[in-house]
């Protein structure tokens, strides 16, 4: 696979996750591996910054800014740093006219596609898992010398 016909489908990988990140319940770490493939991309010189665009959804009912990133033939919007405001050019509203091109992929193959170019490995947890007992659950008293320790001082 060539550099570029993989650059293509990172595209198509990150517009499938920022697809299902708009719907889905818990967006943020969906949010988070597009953000950190983007930055991988820039760095690398493989995607490039287009400008500033305002944001649809205003913070707090105040206008803000998003940057528009360009990656093969899709377009995307990240959080813009302070330096972008100094070196890029304000393109005003965003164009609703204009959309990405469909993609067919499923978000688990997105996922492996981001996971692996970005190294990202999940975090282990280190959690014991603890027995769960019915609320309907009595420990055995067999076996023990006093059944009741509270009974013990009301003679």
């Known amino acids: 696979m060539t550099e570029e016909e993989q650059v293509n489908e990172l595209a198509q990988a990150i517009y499938t996750i920022n697809r299902h990140a708009k719907t889905a ?22 995607a490039k910054k287009i400008g ?35 070196e890029l050019k304000h393109l005003g509203k965003l164009d609703h006219s204009y959309r990405n091109p469909r993609t067919k992929m499923s978000l688990s193959k997105a996922k492996r596609i981001v996971y692996q170019y970005i190294n990202w490995k ?26 009741s320790p509270t009974r013990r001082n009301r003679r």
């Open 122 to 147: 999940p975090k282990q947890n280190k959690k014991t898992k603890h027995k769960h007992y019915s609320s309907y659950y009595t420990p055995s008293s067999l076996g023990k010398m006093e059944w």
């Open 25 to 46: 319940l818990e967006p943020q770490h969906l949010y988070y591996i597009k953000k950190e493939s983007i930055h991988k991309l820039l760095r690398e010189n493989k």
């Open 52 to 86: 500033l665009h305002f944001s649809d959804n205003p913070k707090y009912s105040s206008q803000h800014s998003t940057l528009l990133i360009k990656v093969s033939d899709y377009y995307f919007h990240i959080p813009p740093s302070k330096e972008d405001f100094n």
